[in-house]
Nanobody
Framework: QVQLVESGGGLVQAGGSLRLSCAASGRTFSSYAMAWFRQAPGKEREFVMS????????YYADSVKGRFTISRDNAKNTVYLQMNSLKPEDTAVYYCAASQASWLASPSAYKYWGPGIQVTVSS
């Protein structure tokens, strides 16, 4: 069983930055590809970014290209999402997820999920 907990969300003005953190339990963090998803009210869960088990490969949605960066520190069992140049359309609940297989963009590829954390970007 893997437990994930997000932190670092909050309210920020458009153009500002936030860094989300996802802390994972256990010794096997490096066995999982990690990803960030987000979900706005009334919308489907949307892929944001993912990172391979050792951090050497990343995958990203077009909507965040050039603005967001995913990284991981396996020694700290933590994955990060650095969000810059935030836009009101980035407002959503952000979820951290772990996959034993790959860093696919589909939510169905991820077995473990954090409870989510709110990010609100004001105009």
């Amino acid at each position: 069983q893997v437990q994930l907990v997000e932190s670092g969300g909050g309210l920020v003005q458009a153009g500002g930055s936030l860094r989300l953190s996802c802390a994972a339990s256990g010794r096997t963090f490096s066995s999982y590809a990690m990803a960030w998803f987000r979900q706005a009210p009334g919308k489907e869960r949307e892929f944001v970014m993912s990172i391979s088990k050792n951090g050497d490969r990343t995958y990203y949605a077009d909507s965040v290209k050039g603005r967001f960066t995913i990284s991981r520190d396996n020694a700290k069992n933590t994955v990060y999402l650095q969000m810059n140049s935030l836009k009101p359309e980035d407002t959503a609940v952000y979820y951290c997820a772990a996959s034993q297989a790959s860093w696919l963009a589909s939510p169905s590829a991820y077995k473990y999920w954090g409870p989510g954390i709110q990010v609100t970007v004001s105009s």
